[in-house]
């Protein structure tokens, strides 16, 4: 008792600490409120001249932090855009020197920027979806851009670059820092606002599983497109700001060597976080100059081993040690839909001559089956017979080869999985597939959504589930755990997460790739009565991949045995199981085994 009041006042202090460090939010307001204090303590050269220019390549870091922390977007070029916002408004400032030049300027210096980063994302996310790629293409701006500038010298001043850009249009270096401050507290607000908007939590869910995200209807390289255009304008913004601050430009504003250095700058601080990079920003940009007075012509050196050092030993950056497992203590609930519950919709999903293969490997051919509203359509057959890989084609992974995907009576030869999706036809995958770093609640919030693109502003508690879709929650436990994050739950624990996934999507026809595997006895009883009461009272429409047969005996309207690529037997159960065929296949692939009995 008398030790328990004895730590408190302790805990207390510590958690006060611990939440002081480890969020982005109070992080933020302290760097801030120390950078308004810094010339209290500093001479006015060294605020206007160090912190300033610190300040200002911090709102470069904070917006690829934006593309690269939470976006999954590493552009190696980001230096690109910066130098383009740069370029833009010297040349303004410089033709006519006046506010309104200044005005325009800016509208240039963010619209380029984020016009560029929106072609370069145009071929990229809707091209490969590679991360490798993107690094690769964004690699090349900075060179392409540099070349450009030293192409045009009538524009850029080529190699001697553009002087004499006319200052702010205020007196003082005091003044400048402060309004400095104040453009980089509102650049902060904005991307801090931004991710922690219902939009933030789709980006971050992309960045941890794309394929997900498009399996629930969301078009994934349109917001990516969107996340990245957004951060190239807030680099240009960054630039625009530099020339007039810096009143010299060169091609050196869009080489490499600062693309990199705002890289370093983001993983050093930390990112996916906000807080990190303006720590890690401004911390090396007053760092800098110290180094290289104590230690001339070595500072680079020293600060690329403080680079490699930090992303061994702590990858998640300094400030995101401090603040990732730190949980999102948003409130999230659970409300009814307020449209119809449950969409009682009739849909067939029939494949035709359906074929699939890579090269010369035929992974199935020729197969013929229909799936509707209403059935429990369950499928069995040996490992490898090609049913994970017949679900891929018709739910738009894969392309067939031969054959066709026919959506209630209309072929849908070119579907993507997040149009079909939106059809109300999804999936649950065979190893399970969820928002790691996403609460159960984000996770249900996004499914529910459908693919339509939630807010840029706000965050929103309620997740609007279907009678159904809420029954099947609580039944699974994780209704009480809408705060845990799903990378903590166990594996049965997001087999039952990702089947509440689907069906908070409303949909009209699911495809579950063997949803009780690894699932204990007691959960595996539960699945049964659900599934049959998803079909014959709610109206859905199931394919059901499963290998034990005995489950599927008792609850199937149809079985479909597939094996080697083909359809072996489909029909009735009873018919199905009789089939002297599948007895040989079936008790063939399982000779030796006990217990399946047909
Ligand atoms: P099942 O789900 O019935 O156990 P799968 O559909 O996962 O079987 O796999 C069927 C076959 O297709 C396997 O031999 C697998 O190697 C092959 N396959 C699936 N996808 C690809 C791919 N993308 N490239 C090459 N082979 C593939
Ligand atoms: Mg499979």
């Not at 599983?209 to 917001?223: D, I, S």
């Not at 067939?348 to 010369?360: C, H, I, N, Q």
């Not at 502003?457 to 699974?476: D, M």
């Not at 034990?548 to 149809?558: G, P, Q, T």
Request: proline share 5%.
């Amino acid at each position: 008792m008398s030790n328990e009041r004895l730590s408190q006042p302790a805990s207390g202090l510590a958690s006060a600490w611990h939440s002081l460090t480890s969020s982005p939010l109070a992080a933020i307001i302290l760097i801030m409120g120390g950078l308004a204090l810094a010339p209290l303590f500093v001479s006015t050269y060294y605020a206007s001249d160090v912190l300033a220019k610190a300040m200002i390549l911090a709102i470069l870091a904070v917006g690829l932090d934006l593309a690269w922390g939470y976006g999954g977007i590493l552009s190696l070029g980001h230096s690109a855009f910066f130098g383009l916002g740069a370029y833009a408004m010297s040349i303004m400032l410089l033709r006519w020197d006046s506010v309104l030049a200044g005005v325009t300027g800016m509208a240039a210096a963010i619209a380029l920027p984020a016009a560029l980063a929106a072609v370069v994302g145009w071929f990229v996310f809707f091209g490969a979806t590679s991360t490798l790629y993107v690094a690769i293409v964004t690699l090349a701006l900075p060179v392409l851009l540099s070349a450009v500038a030293l192409r045009v010298p009538g524009l850029t001043g080529g190699q001697t670059g553009l002087s004499g850009i006319p200052a702010f249009p205020w007196e003082g270096p005091l003044t400048t820092y402060y309004a400095l401050l104040a453009i980089l507290c509102a650049a902060t607000a904005l991307i801090y606002a931004v991710v922690r908007s219902d939009y933030g939590r789709l980006l971050v869910a992309i960045r941890d599983n794309e394929q997900r995200a498009q399996f629930l209807g969301y078009r994934t390289p349109h917001v990516r497109l969107g996340v990245f255009a957004l951060s190239g304008g807030l680099a240009g913004f960054a630039g625009a700001i530099y020339a007039p601050y810096n009143g010299f430009v060169s091609h050196d504003v869009l080489g490499l060597q600062l693309s990199t250095a705002a890289i370093a700058w983001v993983a050093i601080g930390g990112r996916g976080t906000v807080a990190g990079p303006l720590i890690g920003a401004i911390a090396i940009n007053v760092l800098e100059p110290v180094l290289n007075e104590a230690f001339p012509g070595l500072s680079r050196l020293l600060l690329g081993l403080v680079f490699i050092v930090v992303v061994l030993a702590v990858p998640g950056g300094l400030f995101g040690v401090l603040s990732t497992r730190r949980p999102d203590r948003r409130p999230l609930e659970v409300v009814s839909r307020p449209d119809a519950d449950e969409r009682k919709r009739q849909m067939e999903v029939a494949v035709r001559k359906l074929g699939l293969s890579f090269g010369s490997l035929t992974v199935f051919k020729d197969i013929n089956l229909a799936f509707r509203t209403g059935h429990l359509h369950c499928m069995i057959g040996p490992n490898g017979a090609g049913k994970s890989t017949l679900v891929n084609v018709i739910t738009g992974l894969l392309r067939p080869s031969e054959g066709e995907v026919v959506i209630d009576g209309v072929p849908a030869p070119h579907h993507s999985p997040a149009s079909i999706a939106r059809l109300g036809i999804v999936r649950t995958f065979q190893a399970s597939n969820v928002f790691e770093t996403l609460r159960i609640g984000d996770n249900l919030f996004l499914a529910a959504r459908t693919g339509a693109t939630p807010s840029l502003v706000g965050y929103s508690p309620k997740i609007e589930l279907s009678g159904r879709a809420a029954e099947v929650l609580q039944l699974s436990g994780l209704g009480a755990k809408l705060q845990a994050r799903a990378g903590d739950l166990g594996h049965g624990e997001r087999k039952w997460l990702e089947l509440c996934m689907v069906l908070a999507s409303d949909p009209a026809i699911i495809f579950l790739d063997e949803p009780t595997a690894g699932l204990t006895t007691a959960d595996r009883a539960k699945v049964a009565p659900l599934l049959v009461a998803l079909v014959h009272r709610h109206g859905l429409g199931l394919l059901l991949i499963e290998h034990d047969l005995d489950f599927v005996k008792s609850i199937a309207d149809r079985l479909t045995v597939l094996a080697n690529g083909s359809v072996l037997a489909d029909g009735a159960v009873e018919e199905v199981i009789r089939n002297p065929e599948v007895t040989q296949v079936y008790l063939g692939h399982r000779a030796g085994s006990q217990g399946v009995s047909l």
